[in-house]
């Protein structure tokens, strides 16, 4: 499967973005999703999963009640809404699929990796 993320910029804290992992393939839906970020300096760290089916879905702790997940399998994509940002946020968003049911918080988990997008919050 191939990933391109997309939808990265420039926002004022506070706003909100939406990101985008567009998948490649007609299996996707047999694939469960992370996106992770990365900021310089850092590591690539977890930021929210979703299942293979949609049904389940978690966040990591510096996120969680801002972003949110959600999939479309029939058009195989899955999307990252990002709301109330702040500075801290600002890092190059990755999407990345596993062969497998559940999410994993472990990048090491996830085979296919999108591009990354850059995403800029200004204070």
């Known amino acids: 499967v191939q990933l391109q993320a997309s939808g990265g910029g420039l926002v004022q804290a506070g706003g909100s973005l939406r990101l985008s992992c567009a998948a490649s393939?007609?299996?996707?839906?047999?694939?469960?999703v992370g996106w992770f970020r990365q900021a310089p300096g850092k590591e690539r760290e977890f930021v929210l999963g979703?299942?293979?089916?949609?049904?389940?879905?978690g966040y990591g702790d510096s996120v969680k009640g801002r972003f949110t997940i959600s999939r479309d399998n029939a058009a195989n994509t899955v999307s990252l809404q990002m709301t109330s940002l702040k500075p801290e946020d600002t890092a190059v968003y990755y999407c990345?699929?596993?062969?497998?049911?559940?999410?994993?918080?472990?990048?090491?988990?996830?085979?296919?990796w999108g591009q990354g997008t850059q995403v800029t919050v200004s204070s």
């Open positions: 979703i299942s293979s089916a949609g049904g389940n879905t």
């Open positions: 393939g007609r299996t996707f839906s047999r694939y469960a």
């Open positions: 990345a699929a596993t062969l497998r049911y559940s999410y994993s918080t472990n990048r090491r988990d996830y085979d296919y």
